[in-house]
C-alpha cells in the first residue's frame, strides 16, 4: 500500500479522502492548520501554514490538494500549488489537485463555465481555480504526474449526501443525470479519487467526478 499525504485533510474533501484511504489500507499524512475535531484512526496529523506542506512530501507516494482560495488563501493558491507542484516533481510523487466545477464545459467545444456569468460571491474563487488548471496543462513541470479533479456542481459540505459505492468519471465536459442534476457525495467523491490512484489512470488530465 502506499503512502498519501493529504493538504487540508482536516476539511470536508480532505476528511473524507483520510477515511476512504485509511479504510484501504493506506497510510496517510494530513498537514492543514488545525487538529481535526473527530480524527481518524491511524493517520498522522500535522499542523501548519499551507506553505510548509512541502516537507511532507518526500514521505509520499501520492500528494492530493484540497484547498480553495478563500479567506487568507485568496489570491495565494496558484503560487502555493506552484511551489506543490515543483516539490512534487522533486520528490518523484504524483499530485492530484481538488479543482472546480466551474473549470469544466457545458458541452463538447463549449465555452468553459468559467468564461461564462458565474455569481458575484462565487467568481473570484471559480477564476482562481481555472487559472490554476491551465497552468497545469500549460506549464507543469514536465517530470510531474499530475491530475486535476473538478468535483459535481452541487457537490461541498452544504449538501454531503450519502454513500452509495457508485459514481461515474468524465473529462472536461460537466456530467449531468437524467434529471439534469450535477451532484456527488462527499464519500462518493472519496472513493472515485482512490480508485483511480490505486488504478493508476489519469496521468496529466483533467477529469470530473459525479453520478
Known amino acids: 500500500m502506499s503512502t ?22 493506506h497510510a ?4 492543514s ?33 484540497t484547498l480553495s482560495p478563500r479567506g487568507e488563501l485568496e489570491g495565494r493558491l496558484t503560487g ?13 510523487a504524483r499530485l ?4 472546480g466545477f466551474s473549470s469544466l464545459r457545458p458541452a463538447p467545444g463549449a465555452p468553459r463555465f468559467t468564461e461564462g456569468e458565474i455569481p458575484e460571491q462565487y467568481r473570484a474563487e471559480a477564476l482562481e481555480m481555472e487559472a490554476l488548471r ?16 473538478s468535483p459535481a456542481g452541487g ?18 465536459v460537466a456530467l449531468f443525470d437524467a434529471d439534469g442534476k450535477s451532484e456527488i457525495s462527499g464519500a462518493d467523491f472519496a472513493l472515485a479519487i482512490i480508485d483511480v490512484l490505486e488504478r493508476g489512470e489519469h496521468q496529466r488530465e483533467h477529469i470530473s467526478v459525479a453520478y
Request: aromatic share 12%; glycine share 14%.
Open 96 to 99: 492530484v489537485v481538488v479543482g
Open 134 to 149: 491551465d497552468w497545469f496543462v500549460t506549464s507543469a513541470p514536465e517530470s510531474l504526474d499530475w491530475l486535476f479533479v
Open 80 to 92: 502555493l500549488y506552484k511551489s506543490y507542484a515543483a516539490a512534487a516533481a522533486e520528490a518523484g
Open 33 to 65: 492548520r488545525s487538529a481535526p475535531r473527530e480524527p481518524v484512526e491511524t493517520v498522522d496529523y500535522r499542523t501548519g501554514d499551507a506553505a510548509g506542506a512541502t516537507e511532507i512530501f518526500p514521505k509520499a507516494d501520492v500528494v492530493i490538494a
Open 155 to 172: 457537490y461541498g459540505s452544504f449538501n454531503p449526501g450519502e454513500a452509495t459505492g457508485s459514481y461515474r468519471l468524465g473529462g472536461e
Open 4 to 25: 498519501i499525504a493529504i493538504i487540508g485533510g482536516t476539511g470536508y474533501t480532505g476528511a473524507n479522502l483520510a477515511r476512504e484511504a485509511t479504510g484501504r489500507g
Open 28 to 31: 496517510v499524512i494530513s498537514w
